[in-house]
């Protein structure tokens, strides 16, 4: 897709918007109309610019989540872990959670959606994240034949998404890391 038109602040201002509906009314009722209107463009930029909804929707979130999980390097795995919850906030938390149930659900009937965030944001994280544990075991804090190595990622998920079910309480920094040390971490074996 050309994106050349666009200057990096307008792009920021257009993808904020797209974060801030997607939080106001969910995928579904999320439209290209509503962005352009929210945005002062056309739909037809928004078109040009990004081809479709579901790559729009993904590079937002992507753009929102502008630092790599691999550029953390404290030295430890409990300090990675401790320095990506330091980098958001629990408003920040809450919302993500939020947004990950409501996309949760609209990937089941938009397949194209889920194609996106895949690419888009998915597996990016995933390699970032791929890198943090592949440096946890170099150092020899978890064993490379830990069975928990390829779940961390399910973990971490099912706290984001579990809490708000279970106990009806947002995620914040205090839960996320008392789950990081009692759950995570020892089962790395850390």
């Known amino acids: 897709m050309a994106r050349s038109r666009l200057t990096p602040e307008r792009e920021s201002e ?11 009314v969910g995928y579904d009722a999320l439209t290209m109309d509503a962005v352009a209107a929210r945005t002062h463009s056309s739909k037809a930029t928004l078109y040009r610019q990004w081809g479709s909804k579901p790559e729009l929707v993904a590079r937002a979130l992507r753009h929102d989540k502008p630092v790599s999980l691999a550029e953390i390097d404290t030295g430890s795995l409990r300090g990675d872990f401790h320095e990506m919850l330091r ?50 075991v170099g150092r020899g804090e978890v064993a490379s034949d830990n069975p928990a190595l390829t779940l961390v990622p399910h973990m971490l998920l099912g706290a984001l998404v ?12 205090d839960f996320l890391t008392q789950y990081m040390d009692a759950v995570v971490l020892p089962a790395l074996g850390v």
């Open 14 to 24: 257009l993808y904020q918007a797209v974060v801030d509906l997607l939080c106001e």
């Open 87 to 136: 980098r958001s906030d629990d408003c920040r938390m809450e919302r993500d959670s939020a947004l990950m149930r409501g996309l949760a659900h609209a990937v089941h009937d938009h397949p194209e959606l889920l194609q996106a965030l895949r690419e888009l944001l998915i597996e990016p994280e995933m390699t970032g994240l791929d890198e943090i544990m592949r440096r946890a």
């Open 162 to 173: 579990a809490r708000p079910l279970i106990e009806d309480r947002p995620i914040d920094k």
